[in-house]
């Protein structure tokens, strides 16, 4: 059964500090793992998408890495700003279509 | 931008009531999803549908949950006698092949 872990569950960094977000999976056969932004009250935006087939993935200040063999992905986000304050979630797309959610990292970034 | 959306935004109901939430995916997607997220817990996995039958579902989707597309354009989920329980955000999603994108939610309340 796949399970995914996101550490820390909480992160407060000064504004323009560069961070890396860790997710975990215990099952390596995923078909694609997406990282999400969540504002409170609100719904996932998707920030990136890596495929199983990919290492990382990169928009503007973000970078998505994935390495299946050890079950793990990175979020880097680079010159953290304080509009980056929100919850971000990683997801592992399993057979059938099946997404796994990580809990999500409670990001707040102090200006 | 193409965007998912979800009516109603917020749906009160009185426990043993049937409900009925209604999305409307991107529109060249054939892949849609619905989750549930009860407040400060996980984003959690119900169905996923691809050509018009269940790809995959958890064990959270059981005999009160369908999902059906009436027609081209709509996807709902019906909850035919709900429960306390049920309280919770319910979030549609589409992809078009990997990359997910969700609609803003509609928050489900049982009395």
């Given at each position: 059964k796949q399970e995914v872990t996101q550490i820390p569950a909480a992160l407060s960094v000064p504004e323009g500090e560069n961070l890396v977000l860790n997710c975990s999976f215990?099952?390596?056969?995923?078909y694609n793992l997406q990282w999400f932004r969540q504002d409170p009250g609100k719904g996932l935006t998707s920030l990136l998408l890596i495929q199983s087939s990919q290492r990382e993935q990169t928009s503007g200040r973000l970078n998505a890495s994935l390495d299946k063999s050890s079950g793990r992905s990175t979020l880097y986000i680079a010159a953290?700003?304080?509009?980056?304050s929100a919850t971000y979630l990683c997801a592992a797309l399993t057979g059938g279509f099946k997404t796994i959610f990580g809990a999500g990292t409670r990001l707040f970034v102090k200006a | 931008e193409p965007e998912v959306t979800q009516t109603p935004s917020h749906q009160v109901t009185q426990m043993g009531q049937e409900v009925i939430l209604r999305c409307v995916p991107i529109?060249?997607?054939?892949y849609f999803y619905w989750y549930r997220q009860i407040l400060g817990q996980k984003v959690e996995f119900l169905v996923s549908f691809y050509n018009n039958e269940i790809s995959e579902k958890s064990e959270?989707?059981?005999?009160q949950f369908s999902v059906e597309r009436p027609d081209g354009s709509n996807f709902t989920l019906k909850i035919r006698s709900t429960k306390l329980e049920d309280s919770a955000m319910y979030f549609c999603a589409s992809s078009a092949h990997n990359e997910q994108f969700f609609g803003p939610g509609t928050r489900l309340t049982v009395l």
């Open positions: 215990t099952d390596s056969a995923i953290s700003q304080p509009g980056d | 529109s060249n997607h054939l959270i989707f059981d005999d």
